[in-house]
């Protein structure tokens, strides 16, 4: 299984991005689907999960801000990252585990930084 994240970069106070997850060796709409962020020193938190039934939970930091999705054409889950805010400046990893499994898939992290 290989997960890969795309689509961070830097961007104004209240700009938007994309990231985007896409796997290998797991079909990602068959598994919940997360998206991480990690502060410099700082443990990873998470931002926002999609379930298997579609349903989605987000943290209270970026909620009405952010929104994950999935593309089952591309095989991808996505975070529409709208709003930005320089306290949302992290590495993102997107990340899944198979249901009733025990190994967690991360991606590669994707740099976000978001200037005042």
């Known amino acids: 299984v290989q997960l890969q994240a795309f689509g961070g970069g830097s961007v104004q106070a209240g700009g938007s991005l994309r990231l985007s997850c896409t796997g290998a060796?797991?079909?990602?709409?068959?598994?919940?689907g997360d998206w991480y962020r990690q502060f410099p020193g700082r443990q990873r938190e998470l931002v926002a999960t999609?379930?298997?039934?579609?349903?989605?939970r987000y943290a209270d930091s970026v909620l009405g801000r952010f929104t994950i999705s999935r593309d089952n054409a591309k095989n991808a889950v996505d975070l529409q990252m709208d709003g930005l805010k320089p306290a949302d400046t992290a590495i993102y990893y997107c990340?899944?585990?198979?249901?009733?499994?025990?190994?967690?898939?991360w991606g590669q992290g994707t740099k976000v930084t978001v200037s005042s």
């Open positions: 060796g797991i079909t990602l709409s068959d598994v919940n």
């Open positions: 990340h899944t585990r198979r249901p009733g499994g025990s190994i967690d898939y």
């Open positions: 999609i379930r298997r039934d579609s349903s989605t």
